[in-house]
């Protein structure tokens, strides 16, 4: 029938949840097949709840729900056949990349390789594997996969990228030999190339490529701050 909207046993993610009515919760959810949706869990607030301890963020799970309006009903939650566990910067390093989810990824437009990218940073922070170029790769995985330009081999005239040159990057255009102005930021030919190659290594990349990538989250975002980022200062990331 045209009218079912039964999506059942999903790949999920929770990225955010908040109060709704008296006893209910908006869950926002990450599906692989979906990509981001908002789900009504009926009664979840309330102690005996079956859904009340299946809600947390940073696990990969299985859900069901139904519905054809912007808000679904959530049915179920079921745990997959791993327990994630993340706990201190690892933690703030989560909360950061959901709210770059919540914040950059549009609802109902699905991303399965966005997907992959996220559970594979999840992954990565469990192990407590270089946070930041975790948060660095995931950033640049994002804005690509959503469509953003980001020029990493080739100027803004077509130019292959030196390593051994010094670029201006602006955000709505690329790199560019030239002088830094209002806006832009100063990089290495040597990092735009690393960055491409998934290749930081070197200290001074993973440095440079943390400085390209807050300017251009915060040029994305908008002039509404990250809350995370209190956090990130707190532990002086």
């Known amino acids: 029938m045209a009218g079912t909207s039964k999506k059942e046993n999903q790949n999920i993610y929770i990225l955010h949840t908040y109060p709704f009515k008296e006893t209910s919760l908006i869950v926002e959810m990450l599906s692989k097949e979906f ?5 009504a869990a009926k ?27 912007e808000l679904k009903t ?21 909360f950061y ?58 100027d803004i005239h077509g130019q292959t990228i030196h390593l051994d040159k010094t670029y201006i990057y602006r955000a709505d255009s690329g790199p560019f030999e030239g002088k830094a102005s209002a806006g832009s930021i100063e990089v290495l030919g040597k990092t735009l190339i690393n960055m491409a190659d998934d290749n930081y290594e070197d200290p001074l990349t993973e440095k440079q490529s943390k400085q390209l990538m807050r300017y251009l ?21």
């Open 35 to 39: 990509g981001r949706i908002a789900v």
């Open 43 to 69: 009664g979840a607030r309330r102690p005996r709840s079956s859904l009340r301890g299946m809600l947390l963020p940073f696990q990969p799970l299985q859900a069901t729900w139904s519905g054809l309006n």
């Open 74 to 94: 959530l049915h179920s939650i079921e745990w997959s056949n791993q327990f994630l566990s993340i706990d201190g910067d690892a933690l703030i390093c989560g």
């Open 97 to 154: 990349l959901n709210e770059l989810m919540m914040r950059l990824l549009p609802k109902d437009d699905p991303h399965p390789i966005l997907y992959d990218y996220y559970h594979q940073a999840i992954l990565d922070l469990s192990d407590h594997k270089g946070l930041s170029v975790t948060l660095r790769r995931f950033e640049l995985r994002l804005l690509q996969e959503l469509g953003y330009q980001v020029p990493l081999k080739n």
């Open 217 to 237: 989250i915060n040029h994305y975002i908008g002039d509404k701050p990250l809350h995370s980022k209190q956090l990130f200062m707190a532990a002086g990331e």
